[in-house]
Every structure is written in C-alpha cells, then in structure tokens.
C-alpha cells in the first residue's frame, strides 16, 4: 500500500483546564471507509475541527496527502481535498438546495472582478456544474427540490444535504460526522448503501463518527474507538466490537 | 416653506443621495452581515476630501475619485483588527471611528476648516446662465444617475457567485471557509466597496450642500442609514432605496409637523426620538423589513439583466 | 515642569470615574452578549436626574445623589424589562440588539435634551481646593475616590462571597450550565443591568460636577467605556478594575504626551481609540484572559 491519506502523530489539544485530545496517532488509507465511534465527550468532535483547521492543535501533527496541515485555515485544508460534514446540518437556509451544493465548488466567478467583468465565463461553468449537481442530488433522491429554498427540507434531507454538498466539492476525504443521527434505521442504511457506491465509483475516502454498530459491522472496513481524548482500539469492526476494552469503556458511560 | 416644490426636490435629492449610502450598506450589512455603525464617518471623508480638493480647484471628478479612495483605503485599515473576530467588535470600532475622525476634523483647521468646515463647494455640473430651479433638475438628475449605477453594480455583484460567497458568509462563516472561501478576504473586499460608494456619496453630498462642517455628520446619520436598510428590507437594493425614501420622508415630515400641530418640541428631538421609536419597533414586530430578499437568483447575460431590472421597476411602480 | 505626582492623581481619579462608568457595561455585556451602545446614556440620565432635585427641587445633595442613582437602576432595569429582554426571547440577532440599542440612547438623549434643553448646565457648587503636599485636589475628587473604592470593594464582596454574587459569575461563565443548576438567569440578569446603570448614573454625576452637564455627557466617554470593557475582558469585573486605571493613566499620560508634541488636547480620546485597536489586534479576549491563563 503507498503511503496513507491521512496521518495523524500524537494530537493534543486543550480546552483550559480540560484535555479534549490527548495524544491520538491515527493513520487512515486511501480508498478506506474508517469509522470513529466513541461515548459522548471522548474528543471526536474536536478532533474532526482539528484535522478541518478550525482549531489548532497545541502540539501533534497531521499530514494529509504528504503534506503537514495542522495549523493551515479551514478554507485551506478544503483546497487540499478534506472537507467534512456537520452533526447538525448546517444549512444555508436562505439559499436553494442548488445553491447550497454551488457554494461547495471552486467557481471562477467568487472573485470580484471575474464576478463583473468575465460574466459569460462563470455563467457557462455554472450551467455545466448544474448538470454534476442535478445528478448528485438525484442520487440522494433530492432532485425535485433543486429549486427549493433549503430552510423548507425536513430534517432527514437536510442531512442528505450535508453529504450531497460535501460529495459536490470532490474531494479525496470526507468526513461525516454522524450521518445518520436522528434519521430511520431503513434510510440509514440506504445512506451507508449509496455512500459506498460513490466510493467505488470516484475513490473518495470516508471518516465517520457513527454511534450506530450495526451500520459499522456492515459497511465500514475499520474502525477506531476513542475515550477521554485518547485512541483506545482500533481493527475490523468485529474485532473492535470484542475487545474488553471497548466494551468496559461503553458499559462504563451507560 | 416658501417653495414646496423646491423642498420636494431638495427632499428627493437628499434621499439620492442617503439611497446610495443605504445600497452600501446594505451590501455590508444585508448581504455579508458585517455591523458598520461607523457609516457615517466614510460618508464624512468622502465629503471633505472633494471640499478640500475642489479648494485646491480640482475638477469635480478627479475630487470624487479621490474621495472614494480615501474613503476605501480608511475603511480597510480600520476595520482589520476588527474583521477576524465577531460582529459586536466591528460595531464597537466602527462607532468610535466616527467619533475619533469628527475629532480629527475639529481639531486640523489647516486642513478642515475645523468647527466652521469648508464653504463655497462648486457643484460637479456647472451650466451657465440656469435658474436656481433648473440647477437643483441637474443636480438630481446627475445624484440619480450614479445612485442608478451603483444599484446595478450591487446586483450585478449579488446576484453572482461572489454574491454567493457573501450570502454564506452571512448565514454561515463555518460553512463558508470549511467550502474553501477565504473569509476575511471577503470581508475586507465588501468593507472596502461599501466604504467607497459612501464616500461617493459624501462626494456627491459635498458638491450639493455647497458646504462641510462636522455637525452635518453626527452619529444619527449613520442611524438613519441603518433604519433604512432595515425599513425597507436587508439584503433587498431595492429595498434599500425605497427606505431611504421613506426614512427621509419619515424625517422631515416628523419635522414639519411642528409647523401644523404646535407642539411644544423641538423638530430635532422630535425627529431623533420619532426615528428611534420607528428603528424599535420595526426590529421589533418586522426586522425583515419591507421588501424581501429574492432567493432564487437570476442567470442571465448582462444586457438582458439590465433591461429586466428596469422592466422589474417599472413593474414594481405600476403595481404600487 | 511636569508635577508628575499630580498627573498620577488625575489618573487615579479618572480611573475611579470610569470604573464606575464601565462596570455596567461589561456585566452587561458579558451576560446579555450584545454591547449596550444606550449605556452611555444611563450617564447622562444618572447626571441630569442629579441635576433636576439639586438645582431644580433644591433637595439636599445626598438625597438627591441617591435618587439619581435610584432612577438610573430603574433606567436600567426597564431598558431590560421592556426592550432587550423581550428582543432576545423573539430570537432577536446580535445586529438588532445593537441597533436597538443604539436607538434607546438616542431616544434617552433627545429626550433629556427635550426636557432640559440641549446647552450647558452647571451644579453651581464651587468646590474648595486642597492641597495636600505637590497635588491639588477638590472634596469631589476625594469623593470620586472614595465611593469608588467602596463601591469596589463591596462588588468584590458581592461577587466572591453572596449567593447572588456567585450566581453572577457563573451565569456570566456559562449561562446553560447555570440555568440548568438552577439559577433564575432572569433575577440575575435584572439585578445586574439595575446594578450597572445606577453605578453609570453615578459616574454621570461626578463627571458633570467635575466638568459641566451636557446632553453629550455619556456619549463623550462611549470610547472610553468600550474601550476599558474590550481591554479588560467582556463581562469582567476586574478586568474593568484594571483597565479603568490603565486606560486613565495612559490619557493622562497621552495628554502630557500631546500638550508637548504641541496638538490638542482634545485628542485624549484618540488614547482611547489606540488602546482599543491595540486590544483588538493583540488580545481581543482582554485581560482577564491573560491573568486566567497564568493562574
């Protein structure tokens, strides 16, 4: 295997007096779907806004792609090909659905100049991303409300929305931040059924904070669990599932 | 008031003129969420630097370019300690830059006058031989001109992809630079165009009073400003213009009623406090304002964007 | 010659009087989480209520001292009752709490302008001088010292030892974390604006008795206000402790500076402005931000 996507050496972050990161060494290859479980307060959270460059860790690194980005701006990291989702969707709700996957895409036009005087350039590139939008969102099964203003989706299509706007940015990793919270165990499934498609048709690796174990054994080829800021284990799910460790940890926070 | 029709014209020009500042701010503040209090202050560096430069007997244009430059390159210094951080900072700098820059202005005679300002500002359009009637025509005609062309710059900016940008950076900075848009950047770009047009319009304001002095510039302007964005609708240019209309109108009626109700007030505080109650209780019952922000943007080349712009006015006054 | 012992006096009681000024105003700050622009107003009020029984009514000067700053609690507590309170539970954004704000002080002002009219007024008190050893001072400017050391010094006691002092911080440390143990975020929330407008009331009376009441009198040290709140860490108690004094010894200091480099004198606000800018880029948190680190 060459060398891995996305590597993390002894991540440390504090918050105060509270360590919320303490020392996490992951390794995550390319192609892989990895999943991240953990109790509620373990650092999973946190340690997805370091690896996005919304907070710097105080000493650890990350490299992504062979190159170290802790410390880089989230807008950044974005251009290096790591983007990530949100627990709760954050929507733009003022904005249609389809404006809300443009948003996510490099467009010539965001600059102001480009934006006046090249108007024939980014129309056109719009009109062409429109196409990679409509597809995306039909496959997500929300290409009726292309046109919809996003405030008016229900909860779960927000959600599909979150993960259609990330896919929208083609990346090389996405991470997914609980994608499936609060949503039906049959769309949860279907969720996870579409997410390794995408896999295998355009190569994206996945990173997923999943609370729900059945969906891991299933779909995900590895599995790291986290406790008070630290990597505990990490394997093939149903190696992850038995080991003692883990479970003391969750009948612990029970 | 011995010409009712010369007031109206004076009262339309004003409102031009306030339009244009409002449009600027509500590129700062309806579309890209950024608190300037401070509007006032590039408004006033708009107006003395074309009062000081047409003293030195430069042509207008060369006075406004000037003034829209300076006006641009004070609203990027001071604003970049404050732009990284949240909206309350921005506020608080912002307000207190009108009160050092009026300090400024009081203070440097050499420079400003001081408290009795700059007098005998010639107008930009000089036409020999007119009526005082026909002089106030061509000043309206020439502040509504540029007031229309800043209006379809700002749409021409809002309704692209870098109005986009804007629009998420309001509702979401999160999600704005986690997609790859360099906040800040964006933020001092819209501080530096809104700070621009208002220095036009300080320009425009100067070569129409005919005089500066530091008390035109008091911090209810700026409030005035924002009671139009918010009146007439936040992320709305159009709403933008008709609350300067209305905010104007709202002004000088609340000063005239004391001419026909006798009232035992002073027009000023009558304004002042009339206004605020006004800002309160739109905040209050409908901060949205009038008109709302379209959602669901338009692609067109520019020609065919220009003329449905006009058409959508024209629309807009026939049905009202 | 500069009598640098009294340039220190000065900055000791300038300090005194923004402290006053700006306790509200951080509290303020810290528990509604928007910056109260009327704050410079509840001065003013605090000043022209004083005016209104001493020289008008005729009442006797710590009477009429304890019904301003009574009426400016009042002041306080309806802008919060009937204004910002109601904005926030209607999901009001930050913007709007500011404009509002805004548009309460102009409102207070002009209406005070209204009601007094808009020149100057004078107490009419003409205060004895004292001189103790190189500084000349004034009974007022003793006063300002004490009270506000008084003033300190019970905050202190309140804030460390009383049920409702200790509420306080915590609401101000994390508002969630307190409602949920229990504490009535509403009380506190009241007591604390009351609290902070009678104490700017107070200051108002000071500042107009050492200089000349005027419908600008708040709104003269709006700079300095924010600029002691940012420097010393929103919603600090002693953050405002020290930064009043630091800001009132660089004014000081900065008019000295400007007396010799020749400019007016008038640019002590200015001081102000660059304290605060300087906070903004170097250490927006403030203060209390710094000393907490290092505990």
Known sequence: MDTPLLTTDNLVKHFGGLIAVNGVTLIIEKGGMVGLIGPNGSGKTTLFNILTGVYKPDSGKVIFNGERIDGLQPHQIYHRGLVRTFQIPRILQKMTVLDNLLISVKNPGEGFLPALFKRRNWLKFEKDIRDRALEILGFLGLEEHCYTPAIELSGG?????????????????????????????????????????????????????????????????????????????????????????????????? | ????????????????????????????????????????????????????????????????????????????????????????????????????????????????????????????????????????????????????????????????????????????????????????????????????????????????????????????????????????????????ILGAFMVEGFQRSSRLIKDYLNLPLDPVNLQVMLTAILVITVVFYRPQGLLREKIKPDRKPLCKMVKSKFIEVENWIRRS | MINWLQVLMNSIIWGCMYMLATVGLSLSYGLSRFPNFAHAEYITFGAYMAFLFLVIFHLDIYLAVCLAVVLSALMGGLSYLLLFKPLKSRGASLVHLMVSSIGLGFLIRHFLMQVFGGGIQSFKIVWPTITIGPIVTTPLLLAILIVALVVAFMLHMMLTKTKLGKAIRAVADNPELAAASGIDLDKVSLFTWCLGAALAGFSGIFLAMRSSLVPLLGWKVLLQTFAITLLGGVGSFYGVLIASFILGLSENVGVVILTWLGLSADYRSAVAFIVLVATLILKPEGLIAVARRKA
Request: net charge neutral.
């Open chain 1, 157 to 254: 299509q927000m959600k599909l929305l979150e993960i259609a706007r990330a896919l929208m940015s083609q990346p090389s990793m996405i991470l997914l931040d609980e994608p499936t919270a609060g949503v039906n165990p049959v769309l949860a499934n279907d969720i996870y059924m579409k997410l390794r498609e995408i896999k295998r048709k355009i190569g994206v690796t996945f990173f997923i904070v999943e609370h729900r174990i059945e969906l891991l054994m299933e779909h995900v080829d590895k599995v790291h669990v986290m406790h008070q800021g630290k990597i505990i284990a990490e394997g093939k799910p149903a190696d992850v599932i038995n080991n003692e460790d883990v479970i003391k940890v969750y009948l612990g926070s029970i």
């Open chain 2, 1 to 240: 008031m011995a010409d009712p029709l010369m007031y109206l014209l004076d009262a339309v020009a004003y409102a031009g003129i306030f339009g244009i500042v409002s449009i600027s701010l509500n590129l700062e503040y309806g579309y890209t969420n950024l608190a300037n209090f401070g509007k006032v202050a590039f408004f006033m560096v708009g107006a003395y630097v074309t009062a000081i430069m047409s003293g030195l007997k430069y042509p207008f244009i060369v006075n406004s370019l000037l003034a829209i430059l300076t006006a641009s390159v004070i609203g990027v210094l001071t604003s970049l300690p404050a732009l990284r951080l949240k909206e309350d900072f921005l506020a608080i700098t912002m307000i207190t830059l009108g009160e050092v820059m009026k300090l400024i202005v009081k203070n440097e005679e050499w420079l400003t006058g001081g408290v009795w300002g700059i007098s005998g500002i010639p107008p930009a359009v000089v036409i020999p031989g007119i009526t005082f009637r026909e002089r106030l025509i061509v000043q309206i005609v020439l502040i509504y001109t540029v007031l229309t062309l800043c209006y379809l710059l700002c749409e021409l900016i809002v309704k692209s992809p870098y109005g986009r940008v804007l629009k998420t950076i309001r509702e979401d900075e999160l999600i704005a630079s986690t997609y790859g848009k360099n906040v800040f950047k964006y933020k001092v770009q819209v501080f530096a165009l809104g700070s621009a047009i208002s220095g036009l319009a300080g320009s425009l304001f100067a070569q129409y009073i005919g005089t500066v002095s530091p008390y035109m510039f008091e911090p209810t302007v700026t409030f005035s400003i924002w009671m139009m964005v918010i009146l007439g609708g936040p992320a709305n240019n159009l709403g933008a």
